[in-house]
T-cell receptor, first 114, second 113 residues
Framework: DTEVTQTPKHLVMGMTNKKSLKCEQH?????MYWYKQKAKKPPELMFV???????INESVPSRFSPECPNSSLLNLHLHALQPEDSALYLC?????????????FGPGTRLTVL | GENVEQHPSTLSVQEGDSAVIKCTYS??????FPWYKQELGKRPQLIID?????GEKKDQRIAVTLNKTAKHFSLHITETQPEDSAVYFC????????????FGTGTSLTVIP
């Protein structure tokens, strides 16, 4: 399996809802990433997990809570989001986190916050 | 941290012509430079990459060149086709800093049939 998968593809939620985004890879990669992308802008790094431990948190608001249950899975828990949080949320993975390795992106979850 | 600039922001070419997109970076410790293509509504896909120990790399119609002295790298697409129309992002990664990618601002390429 050479792909990163993400569910759901689309998510609409109200500002008081709690929801989760899921990401999975079976390439044996040990680093996984969450990005936020607005239209026609580059991906913006949110979190990096290396060997299932959080290694980078780019000052993301606490309404976004990442979780890495095992080396293949990455979750992003969402709570009390704002309309400006509407974006494409991309997951990526790479072999390692210490060197300069190719990151492979999932198809993303298109999130709309009402 | 690293700062990556990308030009132009939009580019239109006739089918069959060449397209060139340029990026500059600021940190001389950057050692890995991937290029991603993102079609509308789809994931960024790696199309070519280059490491700092190489000056040029080619894959069919796509090539990347790296000038470490000037701190710039370029994407060259020859014999462009309508399916090359997409947004292209360059990125740079600094050695031993957790594989964080610093992305350029993107180039929207349109190939006119």
């Amino acid at each position: 399996d050479t792909e990163v998968t993400q569910t759901p593809k689309h998510l609409v939620m109200g500002m008081t809802n709690k929801k989760s985004l899921k990401c999975e890879q079976h390439m044996g990669h040990r680093a996984m990433y969450w990005y936020k992308q607005k239209a026609k802008k580059p991906p913006e790094l949110m979190f990096v997990y290396s060997y299932e431990k959080l290694s980078i948190n780019e000052s993301v608001p606490s309404r976004f809570s990442p979780e890495c249950p095992n080396s293949s899975l990455l979750n992003l828990h969402l709570h009390a989001l704002q309309p400006e949080d509407s974006a494409l949320y991309l997951c990526a993975s790479s072999q390692r986190n210490g060197g300069s390795d190719t990151q492979y992106f999932g198809p993303g979850t298109r999130l709309t916050v009402l | 941290g690293e700062n990556v600039e990308q030009h132009p922001s939009t580019l239109s070419v006739q089918e069959g012509d060449s397209a060139v997109i340029k990026c500059t970076y600021s940190d001389s410790a950057s050692n890995y430079f991937p290029w991603y293509k993102q079609e509308l509504g789809k994931r960024p896909q790696l199309i070519i990459d280059i490491r700092s120990n190489v000056g040029e790399k080619k894959d069919q119609r796509i090539a990347v060149t790296l000038n470490k002295t000037a701190k710039h790298f370029s994407l060259h697409i020859t014999e462009t086709q309508p399916e090359d129309s997409a947004v292209y992002f360059c990125a740079a990664s600094i050695r031993n800093t957790g594989n964080q990618f610093y992305f350029g601002t993107g180039t929207s390429l349109t190939v006119i049939p």
